[in-house]
């Protein structure tokens, strides 16, 4: 998923980026998808995957992406 990515909504340049969650004490996390539906509390009872986030430069469209191998500590 690093090829050059062009905005489907102006053909402006996307750059790859990611939404920033805050959790527990304002820490700062990816933002996960978890397969299924929140079935109560805190716990999570499925597969979770990385998000990652394109932005364009020209418009600010966001376009977003699961990733499975998404390097969450960089």
Request: glycine share 14%.
């Amino acid at each position: 998923m690093d090829e050059t990515k062009i905005c489907p909504k102006c053909e402006g340049q996307m750059m790859k980026g990611f939404i920033v969650d805050r959790g527990h004490y304002n820490g700062k996390m990816i933002s996960t998808w978890i397969k299924g539906w929140k079935w109560g509390g805190l716990t999570v009872d499925g597969k979770q995957t990385g998000v990652m986030t394109y932005k364009c430069e020209k418009c600010g469209f966001l376009e977003s992406y699961a990733v499975e191998n998404i390097d969450k500590n960089s």
